[in-house]
């Protein structure tokens, strides 16, 4: 098993930037696929980004292409996202989330991951 927690969010202006920060328990993080997700007020759960157990494929959701880095660090067991340019619409509680898998790719399909973290909020203002 793995415990996930998030660190990072906070209250923003549009056009600035946060940076997302998610820390493993465990000594096998290299096993797990990780991915963010978020959720916004009235709406359902959304991929984010997700990152491949090596780090060197990522998959981004469309709206923010461009704008969202997610990396990972396998020796200190965190994944982190950095958000520029943010935009109101931005605005939700971000999960990260992570899947133990034989394979070498990200994942975007919520239902394949098997554990969450708590949820950060990151409330950007226009």
């Known amino acids: 098993q793995v415990q996930l927690v998030e660190s990072g969010g906070g209250l923003v202006q549009a056009g600035g930037s946060l940076r997302l920060s998610c820390a493993a328990s465990?000594?096998?993080?290299?096993?797990?696929?990780m991915g963010w997700f978020r959720q916004a007020p009235g709406k359902e759960r959304e991929f984010v980004s997700g990152?491949?157990?090596?780090?060197?494929?990522?998959y981004y959701e469309d709206s923010v292409k461009g704008r969202f880095t997610i990396s990972r660090d396998n020796v200190k067991n965190t994944v982190s996202l950095q958000m520029n340019s943010l935009k109101p619409e931005d605005t939700a509680v971000y999960y990260c989330?992570?899947?133990?898998?034989?394979?070498?790719?990200?994942?975007?399909?919520?239902?394949?991951?098997?554990?969450w973290g708590q949820g950060t909020q990151v409330t950007v203002s226009s």
């Open positions: 989330a992570a899947k133990e898998t034989f394979y070498d790719a990200p994942y975007y399909n919520e239902g394949l991951y098997d554990y």
């Open positions: 990152i491949s157990r090596s780090g060197v494929r990522t």
């Open positions: 465990g000594r096998t993080f290299n096993r797990y696929v």
